[in-house]
């Protein structure tokens, strides 16, 4: 019914004309501060317009989903069945107040392994709120008369959200709200930065910057897990991932040559141990390396160690 994209002119707040018009204020309200949650956090940089539908997009999309509706609870009561951050958080073990949607992601992967289109189906049946279709079927029309009530939000967030609206027929669920890039990625991101400048500034006058949570950015916390909610143990295993992953991006193609020179010398080959040795001891884990098998696991797999 609603979501957002990103071409290299900004966003794109897509929202159905015929839904909307049967959507309660209050849910409108709701809906739209989802949707500026995905643009302030930049989940449309994260996917290709083309892949949005993909199986890994989507559910990027419901981890994301999940830590922005725990700031609304409103938005969890809508009856077309929205993610439930409490059955997500349960799904991967982690506590809803301080799970985050990389964290979530990274441990659903790591559970379901290879993932397709069935597996994703029974997975948003049991981390989504049950819909209401007698509600669903009982919507009456909605007053539509002015941009207030069309958007119903503090008067420079709305104004940012009129400038961007692109109304369509087309009906899609909200499971799917975060349509991706479209373009060359240097213009989108260009794009971003200019358009969620300008929605901090509107949410800022507004008075509204808490309501719009955003994602910790990597080197104020992402990768090393301070400013953070996470907890201590939590942001241990973010920042070896992110190590992990940096040392994978840079090293990978060289461990590959040098394991290939090593095989036709007849050597053993090094690799990948060291990575693991290496990184835990910068960023000890407490307790034995087993007890982190399973997301060091799940975190290898997403890095794919030893293949670039
Ligand atoms: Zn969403």
């Given amino acids: 019914m609603i979501g957002v994209k990103l071409t290299n002119k900004g966003y794109r707040v897509v929202i159905n004309l015929e839904e909307w018009a049967l959507t309660p204020r209050e849910l409108r309200r709701a809906m739209l501060l989802h949707e500026l949650a995905h643009v302030i956090r930049g989940d449309c940089l994260r996917v290709k317009a083309e892949d949005a539908t993909s199986a890994d997009a989507l559910l990027f999309n419901v981890a994301a989903d999940a830590v922005i509706n725990r700031t609304l609870p409103s938005l969890c009561k809508a009856p077309f069945g929205v993610v439930n951050p409490e059955a997500l958080a349960t799904e991967v073990g982690l506590s809803p107040a301080t799970m985050t949607a990389a964290m979530a992601y990274t441990l659903m992967k790591n559970k379901l392994g290879e993932l397709d289109k069935d597996k994703l189906q029974g997975v948003l049946q049991r981390v989504c709120f049950p819909a209401d279709e007698a509600v ?7 007053p539509m008369e002015d941009l207030a009530d069309i958007f119903p939000l503090p008067i420079h967030l709305r104004t940012w959200v009129a400038q961007r609206v692109q109304w369509t027929t087309s009906s899609e669920s909200m ?3 975060v349509k991706g890039h479209e373009g060359d990625e240097g213009d989108t991101a260009v794009a971003h930065a200019k358009d969620t400048k ?67 010398q007849g050597r053993w080959m090094l690799y990948p141990s060291r990575p693991y040795t290496l ?16 997301a060091l696991g799940g975190l290898g797999r997403c890095c794919k160690v030893g293949q670039g």
């Fill in 136 to 142: 669903m079927q009982a919507r009456e029309p909605q």
């Fill in 279 to 294: 990184y835990t001891h910068l960023c000890p884990l407490p307790g034995p390396l087993r007890l982190h098998v399973s």
């Fill in 175 to 177: 499971a799917q709200d």
């Fill in 198 to 264: 300008e929605l901090k500034e509107a949410a800022k006058q507004d008075n509204m910057q808490d309501a719009l949570p955003q994602t910790p950015q990597r080197g104020s916390g992402a990768g090393n897990g301070k400013g953070s909610a996470w907890t201590p143990n939590q942001a241990k295993i973010v920042a070896l991932c992110e190590r992990v992953r940096d040392f994978v991006r840079v090293n990978g193609e060289a461990v590959r040559q040098r394991n290939r020179s090593y095989r036709r």
